[in-house]
């Protein structure tokens, strides 16, 4: 889970129900990145409803502040938990494609050697 995850509500009541899915869905993106990068992220969460021609709007944005990068989404539906649903869609490729960029080359080449060896100590090659 994300440590340092901020919510907060534009002209909507952050609810208990509200806060534990957004926590559900955007505290666990963290499994995407590294341990370093996970102990300094952290995330803010803007909710917000507007009301147009007797129709309502619920727009979700979420910027996430990484070591060298800030990532943000946002998404505007009829419904809060849809586009909750869909940012967290949208994050997670961002988040996969950040992690790609900013890892060790030299490391995983280092694990793919160790799996190939089969972490055995004779030695030996086990396909």
Do not use: W
């Amino acid at each position: 889970m994300i440590k340092k995850l901020e919510i907060s509500g534009q002209h909507t009541k952050v609810t208990p129900e509200l806060k534990k899915y957004v926590t559900r869905k955007i505290g666990r993106l963290d499994r995407y990145q590294s341990r370093h990068t996970r102990e300094s992220m952290h995330a803010e969460v803007h909710l917000k409803e507007s009301k147009a021609k007797d129709k309502k709007q619920f727009t979700c944005s979420v910027v996430f502040h990484l070591p060298h990068e800030t990532l943000d989404a946002s998404e505007t539906t009829i419904n809060m938990f849809a586009a909750i649903d869909i940012v967290e869609t949208k994050l997670k490729s961002q988040l996969k494609k950040y992690k790609d960029t900013h890892t060790n080359a030299k490391f995983h080449r280092r694990i793919v050697a160790r799996l190939r060896r089969g972490g055995s100590k004779s030695g030996q090659v086990v396909s």
